[in-house]
């Protein structure tokens, strides 16, 4: 499902490094809402994943995903994200951006958010992560909970049947993009494209659209002080 009026371009070049020359056949909005980051939310989140695997160690893949399909849950169900991290689609499917930097370690060491992950994640350990210490949960609303353990359920069954899951997830998620071709190696997912994707009606997609633009204006604003 796709924005009516919203499929012609993405980015201008004044806008920023989003750009790209596949503007038409990526399909883009021009306008992207961007949600705003929550570290608090997002360490107890990968936390809360994390936790239920054996030695409280995850393959950074299934970790990425897991989150990604319990924000999906978050967003169809109540029209809100979990963590405030924003979307990008890479060759292996969509990722949370600032939580995939942190889990690489390319966040500045002395960044309150890289201090706050590196209290309860180790450094990556090749293609795996390791809870070290438990955050506060009470972060997580129940209903969050209930979102990851779905999106948790839903990948670990995918795995269980697949094996490899990638290719699988990018029919199952149809609004990840292909970036191969852009000369990037991620392109941004914007929200109103998953939330095309999640709500089945055109103009109820829109309005909640329009809705967490304004909620996430403010959140910012306040986070300005």
Not at 143 to 158: M, T, W
Not at 176 to 203: A, F, M, R, Y
């Amino acid at each position: 499902m796709r924005y009516k009026g919203q499929n012609l371009c993405v980015y201008r070049e004044q806008e920023g490094r989003y750009c790209t020359a596949n503007c038409e056949k990526l399909k883009l909005p021009l306008m992207m809402t961007r949600f705003v980051f929550d570290i608090d939310k997002a360490v107890a989140a990968a936390a809360y994943v994390t936790r239920k695997k054996r030695g409280r160690r995850i393959s950074i893949f299934e970790l990425l995903k897991t989150m990604y399909a319990g924000e999906r849950e978050a967003l169809a169900s109540w029209h809100r994200p979990i963590t405030g991290d924003n979307f990008c689609s890479m060759p292996k499917g969509v990722v949370l951006s600032r939580t995939y930097n942190l889990i690489k370690g390319e966040v500045m060491g002395t960044n309150s958010d890289m201090v706050k992950w590196s209290q309860h994640f180790s450094g990556r350990e090749g293609d795996f992560v390791r809870l070290l210490s438990e955050p506060d949960y009470d972060y997580l609303s129940e209903r969050e909970r209930e979102a990851l353990d779905k999106g948790a359920k839903f990948i670990a069954s995918l795995i269980a049947k697949h094996g490899r899951i990638a290719d699988v997830l990018h029919q199952l998620w149809p609004e990840w993009k292909n970036p191969e071709g852009t000369g990037k190696k991620s392109i941004p997912l914007p929200p109103e494209d998953v939330l095309g994707e999640v709500i089945q009606d055109e103009d109820e997609a829109e309005r909640v659209g329009r809705e967490i633009a304004s909620v996430q204006t403010a959140k910012a604003a306040l986070q300005r002080g």
